[in-house]
């Protein structure tokens, strides 16, 4: 969908306000002409004595009343007249500036909600491309210039149009010579406001690009803060956000620097044109051509006519901001959602057994790069497995196709006999809980954090799951307990204690399929062994597949897969594996030969 049927699709519902902001430019600008009509019958007629035609006979009218020799002495109703136009004209002014107030910050209010919307439903896929700060800065900077278009520079806009559509018939009625003379560099200036349109769209997506890269180095160095001082990289990430904010500066100055020209030439342009028309019309005047109000109401409808026509260059430089915004964020909208809708539909109260099979399953990110190779593996219901592997062989891959964080097109996956595609995405994602490398917490309550998967869950509930993820004891020490506040991303707690927040998070949902994906690296040795005791008393209960670099933690598990490359090159109990020479038994033997000498 293009960037303009998106502002289309928000606006409904709410044109009318814009419609209506419109309508009162056109009456605003229509009374603010009047001013310079009610000064040339005052200049001409009550003071010079001539007779001068006002528009729809208003002239004969006050003639016919004796008003204008009444003006003469009473010039003090004329000037009233000319405040009460001027009252009507930015009362007109006001109301034009709320209810384009109103269109644009409910547009703004629908486009944000629907980005947020369309982020969360958006594939594990995309989210695992694109960077944080570049989605931050669409959804904030990118929508507020949107915005800021949509409600003062469009009505705008309109004000630009009806100026000469209103101005240049009454003009024709006062001079068509003097018209001709004053409407000389309209022309130019239009075309010369077009070309720098065509010029400045460039310059504004590059800035607004330059300013996504800065704000995810920003990001990334605050979310990084304990990483940036642990290793006493400061100076490192202060010289990396220097060169992206110098890179967005010279963008920005490149920017102004055209729109520093274009100002420049057309206030030039503006005043030729102004003085073009004094010199001209201060002649006619002399030669007796034109009256000398008829001059003044010239000198001022062509500031009002040439000003917004100069604006259209601000304005079609603020369009052509607004497009480049709006194609960023259409972007993102246009970008397809997560198909969740299945054929199987679970019934809510419905908890699946929790056999898993994976029958020639392959898998790759980029097509030149296979992850997993032809897997084959069944899981029984209840059954505890261990995945063990090198780094990058493919265990946290094979887990996240379960859920199916990333769709697999070769081979298959059932759950209970049923074909994983077939499953409503939500519905199979609430039977199954995971525990990710890199946990992640909320910057709420330890509490919150740990009921966040499920609704209403009692302090019963909270409490035990913290006790089976050995989690009680370290909250207990904190002098709010369970109601902590915890920093961003949980930075109040230590690697070790967000990690077991992470798992009694899962553990409270009581899933019939559990995934533990490194769960234990932060931990000690006699918490791993607490969990690792009450993972023991939860067995039957969960089919549960354990992914970890410690032997102590798979040999608890029922069966073990070894995986190199992508592919299963070992399979069996604990105690099978020590038996055959592989992998398995090598890795033990090194792993106790180290913890022998470290005793």
């Known amino acids: 969908m293009t960037a303009q049927k998106y502002v289309l699709k928000y606006s409904i519902g709410i044109k009318y306000r814009f419609v209506s902001a419109i309508l009162f430019i056109a009456i605003g600008t229509f009374f603010s002409f009047l001013t310079p009509l009610v000064l040339r019958f005052i200049i001409d007629s009550v003071l010079g004595g001539k007779p001068v035609d006002l528009p729809l006979g208003i002239h004969h009218w006050l003639a016919g009343q004796g008003t204008v020799t009444g003006l003469l002495h009473n010039l003090m109703f004329a000037g009233a007249v000319i405040v009460l136009l001027n009252l009507i004209a930015h009362l007109f002014s006001f109301l034009r500036g709320k209810m384009s107030a109103h269109f644009s ?101 590059a800035a607004d690009e330059a300013e996504g890269v800065m704000t995810t180095v920003l990001d990334e160095a605050l979310n990084g803060i304990r990483v940036v001082r642990a290793f006493a990289r400061q100076d490192h990430e202060i010289v990396r956000f220097d060169q992206a904010a110098d890179v967005y500066r010279e963008k920005c100055r490149k920017l102004i620097t055209v729109l ?128 063990l592997g090198a780094t990058g062989s493919g265990k946290s891959t094979l887990v996240n196709l379960i859920p199916r964080l990333f769709d697999y097109e070769i081979g298959k996956i059932r759950i209970d006999g049923v074909e994983l595609k077939r499953f409503n995405r939500r519905q199979l994602r609430r039977q199954i809980g995971i525990v990710l490398q890199e946990p992640f917490l909320y910057s709420r309550t330890i509490a919150e954090n740990i009921g966040f998967a499920g609704r209403e869950i009692s302090e019963h509930k909270i ?36 990690q077991r927040t992470a798992i009694a998070r899962t553990l409270i949902l009581d899933p019939p399929i559990l995934i533990l994906d490194d769960a234990l690296s932060a931990v000690d040795s006699e918490t791993e062994h607490q969990i690792r005791e009450n993972l023991l008393r939860r067995k039957g209960r969960a089919t549960t597949i354990i992914i970890s670099h410690r032997l102590t933690s798979v040999a608890i598990a029922d069966r073990i897969v070894v995986l190199e490359h992508g592919r299963i090159v070992q399979l069996g109990t604990h105690e099978e594996l020590l038996r055959q020479p592989g992998p398995y038994q090598r890795i033990w033997h090194i792993q106790h030969e180290l913890e022998a000498e470290a005793g």
């Open 105 to 205: 910050e409910e547009f703004a209010r629908r486009l944000r909600h629907a980005l947020y919307d369309h982020i969360q439903k958006l594939p594990f896929s995309w989210h695992s491309k694109i960077q944080t700060g570049d989605i931050v800065q669409r959804c904030t900077s990118d929508v507020d210039t949107v915005r800021r278009f949509l409600g003062s520079q469009l009505p705008e806009l309109g004000r630009g149009i009806f100026m000469p559509i209103l101005l240049i018939p009454i003009m024709l009625s006062l001079s068509p010579r003097m018209t001709l003379i004053s409407l000389s560099a309209v022309p130019l200036i239009f075309l010369y406001a077009y070309i720098f349109f065509r010029k400045v769209k460039k310059k504004f997506l």
């Open 260 to 387: 520093a020209y274009y100002w420049s030439t057309s206030d030039m342009l503006c005043q030729v044109q102004i003085a073009a028309v004094l010199v001209f019309g201060i002649h006619l005047t002399i030669t007796g051509a034109i009256t000398l109000g008829t001059l003044l109401a010239f000198s001022t409808y062509v500031g009002m006519l040439l000003w917004p026509v100069r604006e259209m260059g601000r304005i079609l430089t603020d369009m052509g901001r607004a497009f480049v915004a709006m194609k960023r964020l259409a972007e993102i909208l246009d970008t397809e959602q997560e198909k969740v809708e299945g054929y199987f539909d679970l019934p809510d109260d419905y908890r699946i057994r929790g056999k898993i099979d994976f029958i020639d399953v392959s898998f790759a990110y980029e097509p030149e790069h296979q992850v997993l190779d032809k897997i084959n593996l069944s899981i029984k219901p209840g059954e505890t497995i261990a995945l």
């Open 463 to 498: 409490e035990q799951a913290a006790r089976e993820a050995a989690l009680h004891d370290s909250v207990s020490e904190f002098e709010l307990g369970y109601e902590t506040l915890l920093g961003e991303r949980g930075i109040t707690l230590s690697g070790g204690q967000r």
